[in-house]
């Protein structure tokens, strides 16, 4: 949203805002629309039911785990796709993330990569800063150089 917003802040926020109390916005009569139609984007919506029958069926097709969201992207491509164009999905989180979907979905925790295998018994870090992006930025740029 914020390319489609033109990279300007202020309508992002003001779009936002909308969403927050209207829980929608319509950009169709804007210019943003115009950029919408030009990128390809398209959009949909998809249920918890759908998340379930997305994960169980790519679990059964084609042997994999597949996160939540990534179902969410899964099952709306499959609505929108061109026939004849494949559809590519990138994951977008560890289905590990998200345990009690899983097992709802395939009836066993999804697995846990081994550099995650102790999470839970690791130390906790929190860092509160100003809702300032140039701070945001500084502080991952340090943590990156600190190699964590």
Known sequence: M???????????????RTLESDHEFDITATPMWARVRASGLVSGRSTHGDRIATIRDAHRRYG?????HTADGVNVGRERRVAGVPL???ETALPAKFS?????????????PPAFADLETRPQHCTVLPADA?????LVAARADAGG
């Not at 140039?134 to 500084?138: D, G, I, L």
């Open 134 to 138: 140039a701070r945001v930025k500084a």
């Open 88 to 90: 590519v999905c990138l």
């Open 64 to 68: 994999v785990v597949i996160d939540p």
């Open 2 to 16: 914020f390319d489609i917003a033109a990279r300007d802040p202020d309508t992002l926020a003001q779009l936002w």
């Open 100 to 112: 009690a979907t899983i097992h709802e979905a395939l009836g066993f925790e999804p697995p846990r």
